[in-house]
Structure formats: C-alpha cells, structure tokens
C-alpha cells in the first residue's frame, strides 16, 4: 500500500497526541433508487502479480450505516441458464441483511422493497453481477431478493446478517404483478415453492 502525504502526517501525530489515522477505502458503495440497497464494487490494487482487492469491511459497512453483523456464508450452484430463485426474504424477529455476489458465470440479481414505510415500496432494482466484473449487492431487511442466472453454471455466494429459519422464511413471487419485475430471458428452471406463492396482498 502506498500511504499519501495526509495518511503519513497523521501517522506521525498519532505517535503524540493519539490520534488515529483516517480509515483507507477500499470499496466503493453506489446506492440504488431504492433506499439501502447498495451496489458494492472492488476497487482492485494491481501490480504484475494480478491484484488485491477488499471485499468486506466492518468499518467500511459501518461509516455508510449498514448492517456490519455476518453470522453466516452460503453458495448457491445452478448447473442450467434459465434458473430462477426468488424472491426471498426472512420474516422478522428474523429478518436479514445479505451481500451477494456472482463468483461463476452471471445472473441477474434482483431486490424488491417490501418495507411497508418506504418510499419506494413495492419498486424493485436489478443489477447485473459477473465472475468477471465481482460486484456485489448490499440488500436490507424487509427486501425481497432473487436472480436468474444468465450462463450455466452460476455460482452465488450470500453473506447473511442472520442464521437461517425456516420458520421464518418467506417470499414473493418472480412474475407477481403486483412488482411488475422485467426479467431478461424465459425461466427454465424454478422450484415449486418460488412458482407457487400466492399474490401479494
């Protein structure tokens, strides 16, 4: 890492007053039309080895106000192009926050505000996420979230705020027009559980 001037002076008055140097940047936080939802992108340090980039941060998430807490990591693997999961949330007392990135082939990442005080309830965003482009989507509690997958072999990975419930999981359905969700290709595979939810009330 090569420290600037101002990271070098602070450095040097921490060593007598103290005082902490400012935290680096590493990623960069875009935040959607939908109020808390957040595109997250790398910001990579490259040199002749490849590069090295910062994908999660406690004091990042913290300074933009979001949910730091990580209780649990899941991979989600769909052999097929088509495949449709979603649109899925966690009933409180057990709602959850999740950051989701594409780490193989690519999907279309879909969020949907299902926070009855929210400005932009019932809006919805999509954002496009690649093994190539590695960026990520910050989705809140009380949001809807779903993809389909644009290649074969797709590979997600979730970091969640909150230990899976069975219980308490729920969801709304892809095509409900109640959200009007453009979604780019036909689905060709979806479970009978995310087919079947009835319309939204």
Not at 60 to 85: A, D, Y
Request: proline share 6%; charged share 25%.
């Amino acid at each position: 890492m090569r420290w600037s001037k101002t990271s070098l002076v602070y450095s040097f008055r921490s060593r007598f007053d103290g005082s902490a140097p400012p935290t680096p940047r590493f990623m960069i936080f875009h935040e959607t039309k939908l109020q808390g939802v957040f595109e997250i992108h790398l910001e990579p340090k490259s040199d002749e080895r490849g590069f090295f980039a910062r994908a999660w941060c406690q004091e990042e998430f913290e300074s933009k106000g979001l949910n730091p807490r990580l209780v649990q990591c899941s991979i989600s693997f769909n052999p097929r192009k088509g495949t449709l999961r979603g649109m899925h949330y966690q009933a409180p007392p057990y709602a959850e926050t999740k950051v989701v990135r594409c780490t193989k082939g690519s999907i279309y990442d879909v969020v949907v505000d299902l926070r009855l005080d929210s400005a932009t309830y019932k809006n919805w965003i999509a954002v496009l996420l690649t093994a190539t482009n590695r960026h990520m989507v910050y989705v809140p509690e009380g949001c809807g979230h779903g993809f389909l997958t644009l290649e074969n072999e797709s590979e997600i990975f979730y970091q969640m705020s909150e230990f899976y419930n069975a219980e308490a999981a729920r969801g709304v359905r892809w095509n409900d027009p109640a959200f009007q969700i453009a979604w780019p290709g036909k689905v060709e595979v979806i479970s009978e559980r995310d087919q079947g939810y009835p319309d939204f009330g």
